[in-house]
């Protein structure tokens, strides 16, 4: 648009082209509306050559234009014809034949057209030439150091502050740059007379805008101007909200006569916009005519057609502006919790600063900072909020409802927190949707914390609730307790499906970084881990980090999916002793959280597999006696004890520890999959074959139904045992295949040959003796054993001394 640089650019190009300038023919047409007249444009650019016009008489445009290449044709040497104010040429033979000209130019020759806006020429067909550059407003507008330059030209001094101002007020328009200049160069208040340009109350820029702009258009489309400048962008339909029925008519006009409106968006659903001194002028100019209180007038319009369309930020900012306080109260209640569910948030909760600070400081409003703070992973911060809600009355949202989200609230703080829930929802339903369906959720949550056998129908009514009403995080929510609930009931399959319909569900809605899409990216992870399959793209990902008022940093998702996360990652880290540890300072960091209480005892073997598989067993055995100290003493945590007995060789009381496992009936199929594959293999080397054989056909029928291959990977020797009993399983043979032609599957080689030191040495591995007694037995140091013993350890493809005893004597080693 005017003032933006163009003829200085083109200017600069010419004089710092690497054209050489001796050899260069440089010609510039200025063109006015008098070269509509075909005739006249031609003989035009024939004079900026210097060149007289041929005379043909009257002739067809791409005739002319023909013409006029051959003759750039034979210019010696390159030459650049400069067409400039190319806008005002609107007739269409002369735009063909000038269309035709670009499409025919000699090699040698550069045409540059400057113009307010892109002539009707078919642009695509010379993008395909690979010769065209097109430079933009954005292209010609000054950046924050070029602004900064042009004021230190001018021996004008700005704060940081000021600089950021006068960007922010021109947009680098190149003209708006020079006057703000000029207009600071008489070193006066500097704050004033820029909050003076913002009011357009300079007449320098006053006068360029009227007389560049505004002139030219009728007192309607002036109108239609100022009115529109009330919001920061507006459609066709916003506009007939402010300027009235016949809005489309008028913007179509003030189009057509190429005003300088900026527009995004495709045909249908455009977005228009002012450059920011046009807005303030124009916003100026209707202060004047209507005054503030019909200013206010059309603020408060803008913001009943932004709540109309479900954008609560943009609706409380006019309304707030608008000053009507039951229209901003209404807005807040019918549209604030659907906000804070969402992934805008912040935003909403933010722009409500700047409401009256009664309305800021309403208990409803509050309540509405608590779920944000919730979903933000710091419950420490959402029970403030809640708090800050007692013993006072809200003038925003009935007692009714106020009381049943108030409840709802509580619950989900409790459940957060990992606190006792002991919180009772009032039974009277409400009629706020968005409410009602977060309400849901907490009642199933609870019902879930209970055992309640009905918890699964409450979370499904939930879900489809939820997704009725558009309530995205109670959605999300609801599928990931689902698929909780499921996994929780051993039906791990059920779990990871609808884990990842979750995981499917936020990414859709633009949720994926959150706490719940996480939990629900690692549940579906990990049931593909169990089966041996790869899990779909993206599953396999860091998990989000929340920051508390401490400063301190925490998984959003909790410790519990952090932790279950990390040993998910065991498997592809390439230095897995640090991984292990790093695994074992986790889970130690996890079992201080309040969260973690007996639904995740099931991670404590997981850990403890990953610590054996390097032989960090005093890392393994400490993590089991803190999980015993924290949780008290469980099941899964001597499942742990055993795998760690078993590595230190020490079978007989691994035995007894799985005894007493199996002894109870496990609450987590995989775990008690895993005893018996552990005792089974126990059982084996210590020459019970029967009872090996028993154990592993349990193991089998317990993991066939979901596929649990992983178990009988991870535990050494369970392969072997299923080739040495290959065939005998009945119906179960086909899954046993399944593991045994797993590409994860550990065959014990029959072909192992140890030097006669590493068979010495294995020997001795079955006795009670410690390495140093062994060393001292066989008359050797204790690093020439340990030598030997990484031999025998990686012949055998084991890792520790309990499953080196196992492996030799499933292949006749021992």
């Known amino acids: 648009m005017a003032g933006t640089g163009k003829t200085v650019a083109v200017t600069e190009w010419l004089r710092c082209s690497h054209l050489p300038a001796s050899q260069t023919q440089v010609a510039w047409a200025k063109l006015s509306e008098e070269h509509n007249n075909p005739r006249a444009f031609w003989d035009e650019l024939h004079r900026s050559f210097d060149d007289s016009p041929p005379r043909h008489g009257e002739q067809a445009p791409r005739a002319r234009a023909e013409i006029f290449a051959q003759w750039l044709g034979t210019i010696d040497g390159p030459a650049v014809l400069v067409l400039d104010n190319v806008h005002v040429i609107h007739d269409p033979l002369t735009l063909s034949g000038l269309a035709h000209l670009l499409e025919i130019l000699p090699d040698h020759v550069t045409v540059v057209l400057?113009?307010?806006?892109?002539?009707?020429?078919?642009?695509h067909q010379l993008d395909l030439t690979g010769r065209l550059v097109r430079l933009d407003d954005a292209d010609l507008a000054f950046d924050r150091d070029e602004t900064g330059r042009v004021l230190a030209a001018g021996d004008v001094l700005v704060t940081d502050d000021e600089l950021d101002a006068i960007v922010a007020l021109t947009g680098g328009w190149a003209a708006m740059v020079r006057f703000i200049a000029l207009l600071l160069s008489a070193r006066g208040d500097n704050r004033e007379i820029l909050a003076s340009a913002?009011?357009?109350?300079?007449?320098?820029?006053?006068?360029?805008?009227?007389?560049?702009?505004?002139?030219?258009?009728?007192?309607?489309?002036?109108?239609?101007?100022?009115?529109?400048?009330?919001?920061?962008?507006?459609?066709?339909?916003?506009?007939?909200?402010?300027?009235?029925?016949?809005?489309?008519?008028?913007?179509?006009?003030?189009?057509?006569?190429?005003?300088?409106?900026?527009?995004?968006?495709?045909?249908?659903?455009?977005?228009?916009?002012?450059?920011?001194?046009?807005?303030?002028?124009?916003?100026?100019?209707?202060?004047?005519?209507?005054?503030?209180?019909?200013?206010?007038?059309?603020?408060?319009?803008?913001?009943?057609?932004?709540?109309?369309?479900?954008?609560?930020?943009?609706?409380?900012?006019?309304?707030?502006?608008?000053?009507?306080?039951?229209?901003l109260s209404k807005c807040i209640l019918d549209l604030g919790p659907n906000a804070v569910f969402g992934p805008h948030g912040a935003a909403f909760l933010k722009v409500l600063d700047s409401a009256p600070s009664d309305i800021a400081d309403d208990p409803f409003v509050h309540l509405l900072r608590s779920v944000h703070a919730l979903a933000l992973g710091v419950p420490v911060e959402a029970d403030a909020f809640l708090r800050a809600t007692s013993a006072r009355s809200s003038s925003i949202c009935p007692a009714e409802m106020f009381?049943?989200?108030?409840?709802?609230?509580?619950?989900?703080?409790?459940?957060?927190?990992?606190?006792?829930?002991?919180?009772?929802?009032?039974?009277?339903?409400?009629?706020?949707?968005?409410?009602?369906?977060?309400?849901?959720?907490?009642?199933?949550?609870?019902?879930?914390?209970?055992?309640?056998?009905?918890?699964?129908?409450?979370?499904?009514?939930?879900?489809?609730?939820?997704?009725?009403?558009?309530?995205?995080?109670?959605?999300?929510e609801a599928l990931m307790l689902l698929a909780l609930n499921e996994g929780a009931h051993g039906h791990l399959t059920s779990m990871g499906a609808r884990a990842l319909i979750g995981v499917e569900y936020a990414r859709s809605v633009g949720l994926s970084e959150s706490g719940d899409a996480d939990r629900c990216a690692v549940m579906c992870h990990y049931h593909h881990f169990l089966c041996g399959t790869r899990p779909p793209e993206g599953i396999d990902r860091p998990l989000a980090m929340?920051?508390?008022?401490?400063?301190?940093?925490?998984?959003?998702?909790?410790?519990?999916?952090?932790?279950?996360?990390?040993?998910?990652?065991?498997?592809?880290?390439?230095?897995?002793?640090t991984a292990a540890r790093e695994i074992a300072d986790v889970v130690l960091t996890a079992l201080t959280d309040s969260r973690m209480g007996a639904r995740s005892a099931p991670i404590i073997p997981f850990a403890t597999h990953a610590l054996v598989a390097v032989h960090e067993l005093d890392h393994a055995q400490r993590i089991i006696e803190k999980a015993t100290r924290v949780l008290g003493r469980h099941p899964h945590?001597?499942?742990?004890?055993?795998?760690?007995?078993?590595?230190?060789?020490?079978?007989?009381?691994?035995?007894?520890?799985?005894?007493?496992?199996?002894?109870?009936?496990?609450?987590?199929?995989?775990?008690?999959?895993?005893?018996?594959?552990?005792?089974?293999?126990?059982?084996?080397?210590?020459?019970?074959?029967?009872?090996a054989y028993d154990d592993l056909e349990t193991a089998l029928s317990l993991a066939e139904p979901e596929r649990l291959v992983r178990p009988f990977l991870t535990i050494v020797g369970a392969v072997?045992?299923?080739?040495?009993?290959?065939?005998?399983?009945?119906?179960?043979?086909?899954?046993?295949?399944?593991?045994?032609?797993?590409?994860?599957?550990?065959?014990?080689?029959?072909?192992?040959?140890?030097?006669?030191?590493?068979?010495?040495?294995?020997?001795?591995?079955?006795?009670?003796?410690?390495?140093?007694?062994?060393?001292?037995?066989?008359?050797?140091?204790?690093?020439?054993?340990?030598?030997?013993?990484?031999?025998?350890?990686?012949?055998?493809?084991?890792?520790?001394?309990?499953?080196?005893i196992t492996a030799a004597r499933l292949t006749g080693l021992l």
């Open 114 to 123: 400057t113009s307010r806006f892109p002539p009707p020429i078919p642009w």
């Open 198 to 327: 913002t009011a357009s109350d300079h007449s320098a820029i006053s006068d360029f805008l009227v007389g560049e702009l505004l002139d030219s258009i009728s007192a309607e489309q002036r109108e239609f101007l100022m009115r529109t400048a009330v919001p920061d962008s507006f459609d066709v339909d916003l506009a007939g909200e402010l300027a009235g029925p016949e809005a489309e008519r008028i913007l179509a006009e003030i189009l057509a006569a190429y005003f300088p409106i900026s527009h995004t968006g495709i045909a249908g659903s455009e977005i228009y916009s002012y450059h920011p001194l046009m807005r303030s002028h124009l916003k100026a100019e209707l202060d004047r005519a209507l005054g503030r209180d019909g200013v206010r007038r059309l603020e408060l319009r803008v913001g009943g057609w932004y709540s109309r369309l479900g954008d609560p930020v943009q609706a409380i900012r006019y309304l707030t502006a608008a000053q009507d306080r039951y229209a």
């Open 403 to 476: 009381d049943r989200f108030h409840h709802a609230v509580e619950i989900d703080i409790c459940s957060a927190l990992g606190d006792e829930v002991d919180v009772s929802v009032p039974a009277a339903p409400g009629d706020h949707r968005d409410i009602e369906s977060y309400v849901a959720v907490q009642q199933a949550k609870c019902a879930m914390a209970t055992g309640d056998r009905g918890t699964n129908d409450r979370l499904r009514a939930a879900v489809s609730m939820a997704e009725h009403t558009g309530s995205i995080r109670p959605h999300l």
């Open 546 to 577: 929340s920051i508390g008022i401490d400063g301190l940093s925490s998984p959003l998702a909790g410790w519990n999916s952090y932790t279950m996360s990390q040993l998910l990652a065991f498997r592809q880290a390439t230095d897995k002793i």
């Open 637 to 691: 945590f001597d499942l742990a004890a055993a795998t760690v007995e078993h590595a230190r060789g020490r079978s007989a009381r691994a035995r007894e520890l799985l005894d007493s496992v199996l002894d109870h009936r496990l609450d987590h199929g995989v775990s008690e999959v895993e005893a018996h594959v552990l005792r089974a293999v126990i059982r084996a080397a210590s020459n019970r074959e029967f009872g």
């Open 720 to 804: 072997a045992l299923l080739d040495t009993y290959s065939g005998r399983f009945g119906r179960l043979d086909r899954f046993a295949e399944t593991i045994r032609t797993h590409p994860d599957a550990p065959h014990a080689s029959t072909n192992v040959v140890l030097t006669p030191a590493e068979a010495r040495v294995l020997k001795q591995l079955p006795s009670p003796q410690t390495t140093q007694e062994i060393a001292h037995a066989l008359a050797l140091s204790v690093n020439t054993i340990k030598t030997h013993l990484r031999g025998v350890y990686g012949k055998l493809g084991v890792s520790s001394r309990g499953e080196a």
